[in-house]
């Protein structure tokens, strides 16, 4: 059964920095399409960020050059590393699978919510 | 891509249809995905590439465009369909359209 589950998420001040792990079960993250999508308090969806099975990543520009992902292949993880940290960055961030090597997204964690007050 | 969903929000009853709209900014052939999101819950894929049924997703729900145009329907609307719906396109960059609130009439 696929699983992913996010940790990391807490309350960090502007400018801060804070990293998420989302870790894999039922799929191997290294042949997978994976990406990050947040969501603010009562408000949409919005993706951030994928990273390819062959290594290649991609940012929304509202987080590039401040937001990095990246995969640990022993511990079959998905990282976000978040650095310059906004308030306008506060939201859930889910860990989510895409089907096959579209942008389908078929497989979502149960979030982690990270608040910069 | 910009995503544009409309309405924002419908009240309807249980055993209504109900159709709910997205538009996006150019032509995405067929790359529009649905999902549903429940109060305090994950979103869930609905359907894939316009009008494909996700397992497991009962066949009331179903899809339909090319294109800009794309609809989502639910043939008769139950007390689980209670929730919010988006539209997100895979032709590019993926983004979602703001969302529909689907609330008890």
């Known amino acids: 059964e696929v699983q992913l589950v996010e940790s990391g998420g807490g309350l960090v001040q502007p400018g801060g920095s804070l990293r998420l792990s989302c870790a894999a079960s039922g799929f191997t993250v290294s042949s997978s399409y994976l990406s990050w999508v947040r969501q603010a308090p009562g408000k949409g969806l919005e993706w951030i960020s994928a990273l390819y099975s062959g290594g290649t990543t991609y940012y929304d520009d509202s987080v590039k050059g401040r937001f990095t992902i990246s995969r640990d292949n022993s511990k079959n993880t998905l990282d976000l590393q978040m650095n310059s940290l906004r308030a306008e960055d506060t939201a859930v961030y889910y860990c989510?699978?895409?089907?096959?090597?579209?942008?389908?997204?078929?497989?979502w964690g149960q979030g982690t919510l990270v608040t910069v007050s | 891509i910009q995503m544009t969903q409309s309405p924002s929000s419908l009240s309807a009853s249980v055993g209504d249809r109900v159709t709910i709209t997205c538009r996006a900014s150019?032509?995405?052939?067929?790359?529009v995905n649905w999902y549903q999101q429940k109060v305090g819950k994950v979103p869930k894929l609905l359907i894939y590439?316009?009008?494909s049924l996700q397992s497991g997703v009962p066949s009331r729900f179903s899809g339909s465009g090319s294109g800009t145009d794309f609809t989502l329907t639910i043939s008769s609307l139950q007390p689980e369909d209670f929730a919010t719906y988006y539209c997100q396109q895979s032709f590019t960059r993926p983004t979602f359209g703001g969302g529909t609130r689907v609330e008890i009439e």
């Open positions: 590439d316009a009008s």
């Open positions: 989510v699978r895409q089907q096959s090597s579209t942008t389908t997204f078929d497989y």
């Open positions: 150019q032509s995405i052939s067929r790359s």
